[in-house]
């Protein structure tokens, strides 16, 4: 379809025109679909990026400015955007899976012993003090990473990292 057409068909979104908006749907989706599952590799994870993606054209189709690229272009940025924000937010929940099972390991049955205690001191002693803090405002006063985050007045993202990091140390130290 040219961009002429696509561009009546937004236009008439914009409106809340719902058999526009089908029918750019009917015309582009298995375009967004294949870059979806491009960047994905995963067909239930494309699907839902697809469907996210209409759902935000539907309400901003407005907001596409002629001269700037063609509808479909705008709608390949939309998918993209979609795409990459489900790639961030899986690589997040990995690492905080990770940080949960260095935890785990942490927690062993020995670890009600006092030689593991002074263990686990030392091996805390030699983290970095940013690191030290994070982990414990995160696991001995139980603050959740956002509560870390609002208590020491940083980026979610450096304190997840702190914590990672110090975690992945107090690994290596303790010899798990």
Known sequence: ??????????????????QAF????????????????KMLKNRDSAEEALQEAYVSIWYKADYYKEG??????????????????MLRSKKVRKEDELSDE???EIESPEADTPAYDAKIEG???????????AIH???FNGLSHSEVMAHLNLPLGTIK?????????LQRCLGL
Request: proline residues 0%; neutral net charge.
């Open 102 to 104: 260095i935890v785990s």
């Open 161 to 169: 990292s702190w914590i990672r990091r110090g975690l992945t140390s």
């Open 22 to 37: 089908t029918e750019l749907y009917n015309v582009t989706s298995g375009q967004l679909f294949a870059v979806a599952l």
């Open 137 to 139: 405002l995160a696991y």
């Open 123 to 133: 091996c805390m002693n030699e983290l970095e003090q940013q690191q030290r803090q």
């Open 1 to 18: 379809m040219e961009h002429e057409e696509l561009l009546l068909l937004l236009k008439k979104v914009a409106i809340g025109n719902q």
């Open 68 to 85: 700037q690229g063609t509808v479909l272009t705008w709608m390949v940025s939309i998918i993209r955007y979609r795409a990459l924000d």
